[in-house]
């Protein structure tokens, strides 16, 4: 943070690195003070990371969508989730055990030690 009180406040940002991605980066630092803009395209430039391990940054392994694009899509799908696990937390319902499947088979080295 800069500038947290009443005083005038600068901020210098210095980079050695020839990647376009670095100057886009300080580029939009320079072009907002809004820290949600900075977050939703620090988002889009740099990708979200791992979602279940300690990466935090980079594209993870989805093939047909963008988190930062498709966003709606996403919450859609969050919220019929929801609504599936407060019915069936442990995903023992028939209809369900395809989802128990489609985890088991895409996320194995992340579940061990676990039981669903």
Do not use: W
Not at 7 to 31: F, G, P, V, W, Y
Not at 50 to 60: E, I, N, S
Request: proline share 4%; hydrophobic share 35%; aromatic share 6%.
């Amino acid at each position: 943070r800069i500038g947290r009180s009443d005083l005038d406040s600068i901020c210098i940002l210095l980079s050695d690195s020839e990647e376009e991605l670095a100057r886009e980066r300080l580029r939009t630092l320079c072009q907002t003070q809004n820290g949600f803009e900075l977050a939703e395209q620090d988002l889009r430039l740099r990708g979200p990371g791992d979602f279940f391990g300690t990466k935090q940054h980079g594209l993870p392994q989805f093939k047909l969508i963008n988190l930062y694009e498709d966003h709606e899509i996403v919450q859609t799908v969050n919220k019929s989730f929801m609504k599936v696990i407060k019915q069936d937390p442990a995903l023992n319902f028939p209809d369900n055990q395809n989802i128990v499947k489609a985890i088991k088979q895409r996320y194995p080295e992340m579940l061990s030690g676990i039981t669903l």
